[in-house]
């Protein structure tokens, strides 16, 4: 027989598979033979624990601990020194703290320019959200049509913004919105004046929400695609039979089936708006006046890193915690209904 063992007649691929089932079960029975070691498992994962204590536990506790303190500067007091004689390891402080317990909390009741940049955030994330989510839902229902020829490439295309860089993205939409730019432009096509974008706090808001709102709808809009090429095409069919029209199935199939990929675009939409920066800061060096622009983070960090009030800022980070911790609370409740999606 051809490309066999002339001698027993065996195919090579058969002697092989032989060969490493051989060599599979002295494994095994070595393995067997070997001792149990206990706490190997822990001894793999400590790199993972050791690196999520120092660059994660201690900063958070840290930062608890700090909002107690108003920060004095830089620490170089020796606590206590390990002294091995062929080793000397000194251990100082951080820095130097004063304890005002809960002062840095009780000053935020009286600070304007919280007050201001929480206006802001919160005004943001009124306008953008919603109109980020209606938007991304809308496109999601459009490519999913089945009449809709290259999904693929819309899909794609509707995503790309969110590979763009942050910062360039922002200045881009800076160049757009200037007095002579090209959204201004096309709006006088139509009648409509100039608009003062970065002149105005009204419209200055509005330039940030059109940044963030052209950002991300393309990555929601794949999220909620996801979720609608999910929904059973039975419940479609039940309610044709019922006499359902495409507003009425909307309204009563895909809506509901649709809440636990709504709860999670509006929460972690939410949670983005809270955490904006970069597009803010950009906006406000282009001219936009600092107390329309200016969000929660971006006061939190002037507040850390230009005036250096660390314990301050740490007050204020733990405030912010809280609010939207409390925000995605209420929103899970109130859209995940019943059965606690």
């Known amino acids: 027989m051809a490309g066999s063992d002339a001698r027993t007649g065996t195919p090579p691929s058969t002697r092989r598979q032989a ?39 201690f900063p958070i506790l840290y930062t608890i601990y700090l909002s107690f303190f108003t920060f004095q500067g830089v620490g170089g007091t020796t606590v206590f020194a390990i002294d091995l004689g062929f080793f000397y390891f000194p251990v100082q402080t951080i820095s130097n703290l004063e304890f005002v317990g809960l002062r840095n909390y009780e000053r935020l009741l009286t600070d304007r320019q919280f007050h201001n940049a929480m206006y802001n955030t919160v005004f943001i994330l009124l306008f953008q959200v919603p109109l980020m989510i209606t938007i991304a839902l809308g496109l999601a229902v459009a490519l999913d ?30 160049l757009l919105m200037q007095e002579q730019g090209l959204v201004n432009y096309a709006l006088g096509l139509v009648g409509i004046g100039p608009i003062p974008w970065f002149t105005s ?9 059109g940044a963030v709102t052209w950002r991300w709808t393309g990555y929601n809009m ?76 971006q006061y939190i960090y002037e507040t850390a890193f230009i005036d250096f009030r660390l ?31």
């Open 222 to 297: 794949i999220i909620l695609l996801a979720g609608l090429q999910n929904v059973p095409q039975q419940l479609y069919e039940a309610a044709e039979i019922d006499g359902a029209n495409r507003l009425e199935k909307f309204r009563y199939v895909t809506l509901p089936q649709l809440r636990p990929v709504l709860l999670f675009v509006a929460v972690t939409s939410t949670i983005g708006t809270f955490k904006l920066f970069s597009e803010p800061l950009i906006v406000s060096d282009a001219g936009a006046p600092l107390s329309a622009t200016r969000t929660i983070v």
């Open 19 to 57: 060969l490493v089932d051989a060599f599979r079960y002295r494994r095994q029975a070595l393995t067997e033979r070997l001792p149990e070691l206990p706490g190997v498992a822990y001894v793999f994962l400590l790199p993972f624990f050791v690196l999520f204590a120092v660059f994660l536990l």
């Open 311 to 341: 314990g301050y800022a740490s007050a204020l980070t733990w405030v912010l915690i809280a609010i939207v911790s409390a925000l995605s609370v209420f929103q899970i409740k109130a859209l995940g209904g019943d059965d606690g999606a």
């Open 201 to 209: 706090e009204f419209w200055s808001r509005f330039t940030i929400v």
């Open 145 to 174: 049509a089945s009449f809709v020829r290259l999904r693929g490439l819309w899909r794609t295309t509707l995503a790309l913004p969110i590979s763009a860089n942050l910062v360039a993205y922002a200045t881009v939409f800076v």
